[in-house]
């Protein structure tokens, strides 16, 4: 039977990089030898990373003075890495989620932490609307979509300090104005290739400026002196990266991916919209296009269970909400095809038509 992978993470490639991917794992481009045993250092290697931080840069159209880094430690490193690098004495959070509150908790360790706004009293089915970011903070960081909860920011905000977002799980899925941000990082394992890598875009100039003496391999400046290999790079998730933007660029890049996104997300929340079993769990205006989060009504909070099974019978993978939120979560993210929208969509409805009450 066809699956339908909604995996909040690590999720759906596209076909085209897991098939290219596998051939570069018999015989990267025709070398003879694996993408799994060749140096970092030798020259087809070091193609695949030079070409996967181009087209990184091409499709995001990252501007002069920004540099890409692929790093291991995924999203989480970063936690610790942005205070480390950029927190002198008090940093700006905006708490939004479970992983938010992770990255508040690092910067803790380092400085004071200035929480501008939290949506935690609604269990972050919102993203606050009004507040100040402090002139004197060093950075201001952000969740741009709160993987868990199913929120989403979907507009780059304006700051008055550098911004730093944990763009884990909407790296490329819209168009981002990265002359509004110092850094923004994530995991790779969601939007953009395998689980074992994570991406940095980082404004040179934000650097430098904390008088802590930084552990070499939290330190973002050894990082782009090394061109992202101060050590061994995750070679193979690197590779899967750079098919993946591959695939993106064809598909007619981010402005595309953001309208085949609105399209996908769209039909999965009218169809909730207009449930009798069914309701969102965020706010409208929050709503993610990425991770799209669902309960049965009271009336219906006993078939919960039956529906998961429905649907897991039916095809449908990874569907099972996050326990903070409970119900059901579709991440629904760029690899992922309209037709499996589709088909939960289908599903969905015949478990409702035969159950109304
Ligand atoms: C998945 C996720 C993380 C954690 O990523 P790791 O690469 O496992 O550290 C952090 N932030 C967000 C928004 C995520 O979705």
Redesign the pocket.
Known sequence: MKKHNFSA?PSILPRTVIENTSKAVLDLNGSGLSVMEISHRGKDFQAVMDETVALFKEILNVPDGYEVLFLHG???MNFCMVPYNLLQRKAAYLETGT?AKKAIKEAKKLGDVDIVASSADKNFSYIPKSFDIPSDADYFHI?T???IFGTELHEDLDSPVPMVA?M??DICSRPVDISKYGIIY??A??NLGAAGV?FVIIRKDILGKVDRDIPSMLDYSIHIENGSMFNTPPCLAVFTVGETLKWLKELGGVGEMQKINQGKAGMLYDVIDNSKMFIGTAEKTSRSFMNVCFVMREDYKDLEADFLSFATSRGMVGIKGHRSVGGFRASIYNALPVESVQALIDVMKEFEAARER
Request: charged share 10%; hydrophobic share 10%.
């Open positions: 993470g995924g999203a989480s992983w969740t979509n709160n993987t944990d884990s799980s994530g995991g394992q969601k994570g």
